[in-house]
T-cell receptor, first 115, second 113 residues
Framework: DAGITQSPRHKVTETGTPVTLRCHQT?????MYWYRQDPGHGLRLIHY???????DKGEVSDGYSVSRSKTEDFLLTLESATSSQTSVYFC??????????????FGPGTRLTVL | AQSVTQLDSQVPVFEEAPVELRCNYS??????LFWYVQYPNQGLQLLLK??????LVKGINGFEAEFNKSQTSFHLRKPSVHISDTAEYFC???????????FGTGTRLTIIP
């Protein structure tokens, strides 16, 4: 298994509070991704990073920000959590963009509940 | 733009019966195609992928998929399923030159003993 950990694994928070999710990898892969998984929607890309301090938006980036100060860590922040951000969040990594031979490897997920 | 459609949200199948999970894609350029599997309470893992060459792709756990360019499909098949195949299956597409995968909405495969 690819060395990807996510923390916390479960979190319950209240509307309006800030939340930070962490993704840590030991594979030295260049690309890192944050997805959210919701019933009926599959996985949707929130943000991704193609290097230290290099990030870009995905299809559902509103209300989320990211930072990557080290190759191994990719942080996802909800500045002011809302109930619509209740979801399961997955981090993924790949050596290069998914076009090509490289696979995305997924972490175990973080279940976030916003009350 | 790229998109992928999984028409079946749930597929119940008897144990040892064959199964086909359908996936259709849309793109104005050539694509790479993937199937991922998610077992209960786990992350996703790659089942198989089509990059080029033979249109019949074999993956892990006895699964295979066939790329059909004329029908823009990439259906997943297994000749005989087991209880352990109970999972959610996601088709994904990426167009040449793109950096982002697009996932389908998933098909939940339930195996009936």
């Amino acid at each position: 298994d690819a060395g990807i950990t996510q923390s916390p694994r479960h979190k319950v928070t209240e509307t309006g509070t800030p939340v930070t999710l962490r993704c840590h990898q030991t594979e030295n892969h260049r690309y890192m991704y944050w997805y959210r998984q919701d019933p009926g929607h599959g996985l949707r890309l929130i943000h991704y990073s193609y290097g230290v301090k290099d990030t870009d938006k995905g299809e559902v980036s509103d209300g989320y920000s990211v930072s990557r100060s080290k190759t191994e860590d990719f942080l996802l922040t909800l500045e002011s959590a809302t109930s619509s951000q209740t979801s399961v969040y997955f981090c993924a990594i790949s050596e290069s963009p998914s076009g090509g031979t490289d696979t995305q490897y997924f972490g175990p997920g973080t279940r976030l509940t916003v009350l | 733009a790229q998109s992928v459609t999984q028409l079946d949200s749930q597929v119940p199948v008897f144990e040892e019966a064959p199964v086909e999970l359908r996936c259709n894609y849309s793109s104005s350029v050539s694509v790479y195609l993937f199937w991922y599997v998610q077992y209960p309470n786990q992350g996703l893992q790659l089942l198989l992928k089509y990059l080029s060459g033979s249109t019949l792709v074999k993956g892990i756990n006895g699964f295979e998929a066939e790329f059909n360019k004329s029908q823009t499909s990439f259906h997943l098949r297994k000749p005989s399923v087991h209880i352990s195949d109970t999972a959610e299956y996601f088709c994904a597409v990426i167009a040449f030159g793109n950096e982002k995968l697009t996932f389908g909405t998933g098909t939940r495969l339930t195996i009936i003993p």
